[in-house]
Structures are given as C-alpha cells and as structure tokens.
Nanobody, 119 residues
Framework: QVQLVESGGGLVQPGGSLRLSCSAS????????LSWYRQAPGKQRELVAA???????NAAESAEGRFTISRDNAKDTVYLQMNSLKAEDTAVYYC?????????????WGQGTQVTVSS
C-alpha cells in the first residue's frame, strides 16, 4: 500500500521557522507533482505550495516569500521550509502526490502534521 508520512511539525513562536518533510513508501516521486496543503480548525483545506516533476514551483499568496517547497527525488521526499511563521499559519499540514491527468490520475495523501504558532 502506498503511504505518505509527514514529519517536522510542532510548536513554534511567531517569527520562528520549521521544516516539514514528507516521504513516500512503495512509490517513486520522480514523475509526481508534489504539494503541501493545510487546514485550520473551521476552515477549508487550502493549497500552500506545489512543485512539478520538472521542478517548477507555485505558492499561495499567503506563503509567497516565506515558504519554500523543494524535492529530493533520490529520497522520495518533499520539503516545506517555513520561515517568519505567524499565528495564522497554525494548521494541520498535509502532503499530496499526484500523477497523470486530473481525471483518472493517481492521487495520494499523507495523514498530516500539526503546526502550532503561538507565544
């Protein structure tokens, strides 16, 4: 069974930094588009950042300039470096791997890791 496992979440003060990691088992990331989403209590899940198989990145306006997504295909791992964290960044962060067309493609999700930004 394919599994994605996130790690690196925790409690951090405003202005601090965290690096999230997501690693896969039983798949190879090379050809997948990889993304980070987050969901805060009472809010809809939103896209934070994405990186294509070719290394092209895209980030939400709220993350632009503070968060950086990267990938290491040799380790089947995707990272999210988060700097200058704000209280409003508090959420459960999920990684996603997608392959193929929007309709009928493969789509995998991790279980999430909690990020709490608080003083």
């Amino acid at each position: 069974q394919v599994q994605l496992v996130e790690s690196g979440g925790g409690l951090v003060q405003p202005g601090g930094s965290l690096r999230l990691s997501c690693s896969a088992s039983r798949i190879t990331f090379t050809m997948y588009t990889l993304s980070w989403y987050r969901q805060a209590p009472g809010k809809q899940r939103e896209l934070v950042a994405a990186i294509t198989s070719g290394g092209v990145t895209n980030a939400a306006e709220s993350a632009e300039g503070r968060f950086t997504i990267s990938r290491d295909n040799a380790k089947d791992t995707v990272y999210l470096q988060m700097n200058s964290l704000k209280a409003e960044d508090t959420a459960v962060y999920y990684c996603n791997a997608h392959l193929g067309p929007t309709v009928g493609g493969l789509d995998y999700w991790g279980q999430g890791t909690q990020v709490t930004v608080s003083s």
